[in-house]
């Protein structure tokens, strides 16, 4: 398969222009009652027709490489497709409702809302769940302070929380934010935890293990029976990172491995669109001694009445209102619709389509056996060159040189939606590149519409709007 991106180009330095650029029109600008120093003489807006609309925002994405241009198989970050009909159900009239109605007049709300919790709990087997944070990140650090005031209502003040190596950076900002000493695990010989490690690390200090399972490198941490009563016997709490819960769904649970706290990143597992920065939501489930800390308020049900009820002791509030409302409607449009067999068999997909990956692929695979994605190692290569390369073949790479445990790693998750004839593709894409020489890589990508771009620029100085361009 060949492949070329578009390539819009509107003169020789600059790709499609702005639709300011394009054509202007003075807008008709009415007596404003504001003050003259506040208002404008003039103002001119783009003017253009519809098709001329619709045809500036396609070329923008053909220019661009998405889930819905091919398979995008970045580790951890569960980039799958989703189904358009979550977005007609969040496109219903009746979705559109003021966050500041009463709780009587919204009872469908809040029906799904309560809902939602309790599917939420049921996946995880936790016994209370919130759906206020916003992303990952946000539920980890409502699910640490979940824990800081549990172990402050208990009178004790404990002050470290063990986060693995290996664990995704956020787990350590999180716990940093939230005023603890983060305490980090080494990995075992087998990429596991190493219980005479964490043996090591345990004291009257440990307020929470934060832990992922399967853990980074997709492994399942066996001993994690043993691992809940050395925490709990310490006086700990367990908290589990369930950003990436697609092979666990209808499988195993993490509450019933002995785990308190766990998020859910419903934009990776429940399908809604992400990347960007969002809109997520990272709902946090906890254990029944936990449920009275939980953010402010909880949607509960009395008879056939929804209410909305301050937990006891709350931690307060880390949302306006009841959360990202929309995504929420969505990951319950995408639960709802596939059911418990449904969720079941997508996690059974999304395990063997990276077992079948990884045995197609040139590259080594240090670990295993793995669950819902790997991690390779590009050897001699450098694995951001891989990655180049890779997207000369009509692919997203996958993530890169994460976690350092494997050299030049290259995190694979191709997620349950890809057919066998993609996963052959991607397979085709990887060995191609295995075997391709250094300059080859260092001048990748070639066939894309912007080539090697200043990484570090392109993330630490944004550029957010048009104005940015006109200062150059
Ligand atoms: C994505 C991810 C997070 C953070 O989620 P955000 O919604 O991006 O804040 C946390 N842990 C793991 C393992 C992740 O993959």
């Known amino acids: 398969m060949r492949y070329d991106q578009a390539r819009w180009t509107h003169d020789e330095e600059r790709f499609e222009p702005l639709l300011s650029e394009k054509h202007t029109k003075e807008a008709d600008l009415d007596d404003s009652p504001l003050p003259d120093e506040l208002t404008r003489d003039s103002l001119e807006l783009p003017d253009l027709s519809e098709p001329e609309l619709a045809r500036h925002y396609t070329r923008l994405s053909e220019m661009n490489y998405g889930v819905e241009s091919g398979p995008y198989p970045l ?65 980890e650090f409502t699910g640490v302070l979940v824990a800081k005031a549990y172990h402050e209502h208990n009178g004790e003040d404990r002050s470290e929380i063990i986060v693995p190596e290996s664990a995704h950076g956020t787990n350590f900002a999180s716990a940093a934010l939230a005023g603890f000493d983060v305490v980090e695990l080494p990995g075992g010989e ?97 254990v029944d001694r936990l449920a009275e800390f939980l953010p402010r308020p909880q949607v509960t049900q009395d008879g056939d009445k929804y209410e909305l009820v301050d937990p006891e002791h709350s931690v307060g509030k880390v949302h306006g209102y009841l959360g990202n409302w929309l995504v929420l409607v969505k990951a319950y449009a995408y639960i709802a619709r596939l059911g418990d067999e449904g969720l079941h068999d997508a996690s059974a997909k999304a395990v063997l389509n990276a077992n079948y990956l990884a045995s197609q692929i040139e590259y080594e695979v240090p670990y295993g056996p793995f669950h819902h994605e790997f991690v390779a190692s590009a050897g001699d290569q450098d694995a951001a060159d891989v990655a180049k390369r890779m997207l000369d073949y009509g692919v997203h790479p996958p993530t890169t040189k994460w976690p350092e445990i494997v050299s030049e790693a290259l995190m694979t998750e191709p997620t349950e939606i890809e057919n066998m004839e993609t996963l052959d593709q991607l397979a085709h894409a990887f060995n191609a590149v295995a075997n391709e020489d250094d300059e080859t890589l260092h001048n990748a990508p070639e066939r894309t519409t912007a080539r090697r771009i200043d990484q570090t620029s392109a993330a630490r100085d944004l550029r957010l709007s048009w104005h940015a361009l006109d200062d150059e």
């Open 75 to 139: 580790g951890s970050c569960t980039m799958k497709y989703n189904p358009k009909f979550t977005e007609d159900v969040a496109a219903l009239p009746s979705a559109a409702v003021h966050p500041d109605r009463s709780p009587e007049t919204v009872q469908g709300t809040l029906k799904l809302l309560y809902d939602l919790q309790d599917y939420l709990g049921r996946i995880g087997g936790m016994d209370a769940v919130t759906l206020q944070p916003p992303a990952g990140a946000a539920g």
């Open 190 to 286: 087998d990429g596991r935890v190493d219980l005479d490690a964490l043996e090591a690390a345990l004291s009257e200090e440990t307020a929470l293990l934060m832990l992922t399972n399967p853990n980074t490198l997709g492994l399942f941490e066996r001993d994690i029976e043993e691992i809940a009563e050395m925490v709990h016997d310490a006086g700990g709490l367990l908290y589990y990172d369930g950003a990436n819960l697609n092979a666990l769904l209808g499988q195993a649970r993490p509450g019933d491995m002995g785990f308190d706290i766990m998020h859910y990143n419903v934009h990776k597992t429940f399908a809604t669109p992400h990347g960007g920065g969002g809109p997520g939501a990272g709902p946090v489930g906890v």
